[in-house]
């Protein structure tokens, strides 16, 4: 069965460093996403990207985030300068176009990312 | 904007016995789909059951089934015959029609003990 893929599946790494978490859609989906769920709490979304740009984000994303979708295959999130609060699991999901039974999200195992 | 809750932070039974989770929701809109998604321990989330709100016959795939109370908004997931891999954590979901997003509630842990 298709999956979605991502990496690392743990990185820690040091207040105000930069972060790529790397994420392999299932290859005929066309909607992709990243969540994060900080630990014990639910599951948040972050942005949704399509045709090559950013759809939708929340107010979490702001301008240290970034997603980048630089080939056929990957999709990116970027964290730019690290804090504390960063340290969550990061979920990448993709679907399929609209149309019937194309509203499910796959989601990746997650990515959990430790900030000191 | 929707919210959805889930009341019950934890739940507990035992192996072969039915639970049912609880899920309300809010929204303005007619057309939307909803969703359990199973987590456990391994931490990812995996789709268990959905349903289109235009149709009113509930979802059921296996041992799981829903009920699904448009005019009350409410969700209910019923898992029959529970096993011990059922253990993990089940988040509520709501995707209005034409969007993009999932909107998830808290979460109920879940746990079968044998």
């Known amino acids: 069965e298709p999956e979605v893929t991502q990496t690392p599946s743990h990185q820690v790494t040091q207040m105000g460093q930069e972060v790529i978490l790397r994420c392999v859609p299932i290859?005929?989906?066309?909607?992709f996403y990243w969540y994060r769920q900080i630990l014990g709490q639910k599951v948040e979304f972050l942005v949704s990207?399509?045709?090559?740009?950013?759809?939708?984000k929340s107010e979490i994303f702001d301008d240290q985030f970034s997603v980048e979708r630089p080939d056929g295959s990957n999709f990116t999130l970027k964290i730019r300068s690290t804090k504390l609060e960063d340290s969550a699991m990061y979920f990448c999901?993709?679907?399929?176009?609209?149309?019937?039974?194309?509203?499910?999200?796959?989601f990746g195992a997650g990515s959990r990312l430790t900030v000191l | 904007a929707q919210t959805v809750t889930q009341s019950q932070p934890e739940m507990s039974v035992q192996e072969a016995e039915t639970v049912t989770l609880s899920c309300t929701y809010d929204?303005?809109?007619?057309?939307?789909?909803l969703f359990w998604y199973k987590q456990p321990p391994s931490r990812q989330m995996i789709l268990v059951i959905r349903?289109?709100?235009?149709?009113?016959q509930n979802a059921t795939e296996n041992r799981f089934s829903v009920n699904f109370q448009k005019a009350a908004k409410s969700f209910s997931l019923k898992i029959s015959d529970s096993q011990l891999g059922d253990t993990a954590m089940y988040f509520c979901?709501?995707?209005?029609?034409?969007?993009?997003?999932?909107?998830f509630g808290q979460g109920t842990r879940l746990t079968i003990n044998p």
């Open positions: 999901a993709s679907r399929q176009g609209p149309s019937s039974g194309a509203n499910v999200l796959t």
């Open positions: 290859s005929n989906h066309l909607y």
């Open positions: 990207f399509y045709n090559n740009e950013i759809s939708e």
């Open positions: 929204t303005s809109e007619s057309n939307y789909y």
């Open positions: 349903q289109e709100a235009y149709k009113q």
């Open positions: 979901a709501f995707m209005m029609w034409g969007a993009q997003k999932l909107v």
